[in-house]
């Protein structure tokens, strides 16, 4: 690795063997000034085209270690704020960032210095050399908090509240993981088993008895798998990449992530922060690449047989066809997929608590995460109150840009989910449903933001109940009896998370345990924890992440037999 480094000046930029992102330059909104510009600049070597900040250029490196040089031609995609007003769309002040794409040339080098750097973070570290680098990297997350949350909102349009919510949260993937790598369930570690064979039997004269004593000692030993390819999403742009990373290096493997091509700047910034915190830079690389070159990107990760097991984060289609691509190699595979959570009221729930889960459950992130609840259904003898109580709460929520202070709700990521959502809305209220609050786009905020909607009377035929709505949608129908509540949750082949609220302990054991759900949420609306397994069931999934469950994703079991 070449570097050059300047301490006196605002800039710190370097030029290693795995710069890939070279872009035509910044273009930075206003708001968009960091407290540490080299937190992108630095390991992304990208210029500024505002005066104001700082400005990074170098020549083109010279062909080295099997990489091709930039000299080839190269897409420019652009990184955008969904919560821009049309006027900003319009003028192009909108655009946070333009990057060039990566492409499948470029993953397979990525892949192949992946490989080259196994050995030496595997066998040449310790459980708690590797874990003192994630505690770093936490520390160095922590300490940029503020530009952090700042990156992430403008790319993703959460609101600050949410984002620095999220940088909390990321660090405690971290953390977890910096611990469990000096632990038995880590790699090196694992069991002693009793041995089932024996020696020849040995007669004494003293007894007529003859002995087996127990021959040889039987080890399971984990062991890293090898190199690691990820793919995450755009809504959780922090978390999904430490939820990731943070077990993969503690268990000892390297790791190759694509990130959302809509949310690029945050793992930008984090794999920066990562490498100050002393990870070999090989160890952790990212592949940048437009929604074009996903595709062959992706089928790189699945055939490549020097990759060893992909975890991803996205959709049940997509998750689906990465199955099948990595079945030539036989990879180990991490899938959390697509949802449709249902969130139940019972008739002996404390209706107050149900409404704070219901909010919690369903507006966070403008309704755009996987275990947001989708369908709601109430007993019948308290759905006017449930109704009431709702409505007054979600009428109360500040929607707005995301920098603005006070905003609780953001927009949609897009244009076009804005436009599903208003589809799927109008379909419903077509078919029968009943629009008690919102219902539309807020086009004075801009046209990617929606109002906190509520829906009552939604048919189960109905497209916004059936399918997953990445959007602030409330849709309600009514139930009877509990075997109707738990048939109508189950009706899906989607099994992320559930939520219902009781107050009665028979019914809450009894209805979590009949739940066909990785995650059940029993009166609380948000419950993911970097100490807890996440995952789901049916068509939502394989494999967990969080807990010790999340480093097994990253570890293989040898069985040694030692006859000594």
């Not at 050995?119 to 997350?141: F, K, P, Q, V």
């Not at 024996?198 to 090898?226: C, D, I, W, Y």
Request: charged share 20%; glycine share 8%.
């Amino acid at each position: 690795m070449r570097r050059a480094i300047s301490r006196s000046g605002a800039a710190i930029a370097y030029i290693s063997s795995q710069r890939r992102f070279f872009t035509s330059g910044l273009s930075i909104c206003p708001s968009f000034q960091l407290q540490d510009p080299t937190l992108l600049t630095s390991s992304s070597t990208i210029s500024s085209n505002k005066s104001s900040t700082t400005k990074i250029t170098s020549e083109p490196p010279p062909q080295e270690h099997g990489i091709p040089n930039n000299s080839r031609s190269r897409r420019i995609f652009s990184v955008l704020n969904p919560g821009s007003t049309q006027d900003e769309i319009n003028d192009g002040s909108n655009v946070v960032a333009t990057l060039e794409s990566m492409d499948r040339e470029d993953a397979k080098a990525a892949i192949d210095r992946s490989s080259s750097a196994l050995e030496g973070w595997r066998d040449r570290t310790t459980g708690s050399e590797r874990g003192d680098i994630l505690y770093r990297w936490a520390d160095l997350i922590r300490e940029n908090a503020e530009d952090l949350a700042k990156i992430m909102t403008l790319e993703s349009g959460k609101p600050l509240i949410e984002t620095h919510s999220e940088i909390t949260y990321g660090i405690s993937f971290l953390t977890y993981y910096a611990a469990e790598a000096t632990r038995h369930t880590s790699a090196g570690g694992g069991v002693i088993l009793p041995t089932p064979f024996t020696h020849p039997p040995q007669s004494s004269p003293e007894s007529a008895a003859a002995f087996k004593a127990p021959r040889g000692t039987m080890l399971a030993k984990n062991e890293a798998v090898g190199p690691t390819a990820m793919i995450t999403p755009w809504n959780f742009p922090l978390a999904m990449v430490t939820r990731k990373v943070g077990p993969a290096l503690a268990a000892g493997c390297t790791v190759v992530l694509k990130c959302s091509e809509l949310t690029p700047l945050t793992s930008i910034g984090l794999r920066e922060l990562a490498l100050r915190a002393g990870l070999p830079e090989d160890v952790f690389q990212l592949v940048i690449a437009d929604k074009e070159a996903t595709p062959e990107v992706g089928e790189e990760f699945c055939t490549n047989s020097i990759i060893k097991k992909i975890s991803f984060t996205g959709s049940t289609a997509v998750g689906k066809h990465l199955m099948q691509m990595s079945s030539n190699t036989v990879k180990r595979l991490s899938l959390e997929l697509g949802g449709n959570a249902p969130f139940i009221v019972f008739d002996d729930a404390d209706i107050d608590q149900a409404v704070t889960s219901a909010i919690a459950s369903k507006y966070r992130a403008s309704g755009q995460t996987c275990v947001c609840a989708d369908r709601f259904l109430l007993q019948d003898g308290i759905e006017e109150e449930f109704m009431s109580k709702l409505c007054e709460q979600v009428q109360k929520i500040q929607v707005g840009p995301g920098l603005k202070s006070g905003t609780e709700m953001g927009p949609l990521i897009s244009q076009a989910a804005a436009h599903n959502v208003k589809q799927k809305v109008d379909e419903a209220i077509a078919e029968g449903a009943e629009c008690v609050l919102g219902g539309n786009p807020i086009h004075d905020l801009g046209p990617n933001f929606f109002q906190p909607t509520v829906l009552r009377n939604v048919s189960p035929t109905s497209r916004i109940w059936a399918t997953e709505t990445f959007g602030p949608v409330v849709a309600i129908s009514t139930f009877s009896t509990e075997e109707e509540a738990v048939h109508l949750a189950n009706d899906t082949k989607s099994g992320l998370a559930a939520y219902f609220c009781s107050q009665d302990m028979k019914r809450v054991f009894r209805v979590a345990g009949r739940l066909e759900s990785g995650i059940v949420g029993v009166n609380e609306g948000a419950i993911s924890t970097a100490t807890a397994p996440f995952g789901g069931v049916k068509e939502s999934g394989l494999g967990r992440e969080g807990g010790m469950a999340g480093i097994a994703e990253y570890l293989e079991t040898k069985y040694i037999f030692l006859s000594v």
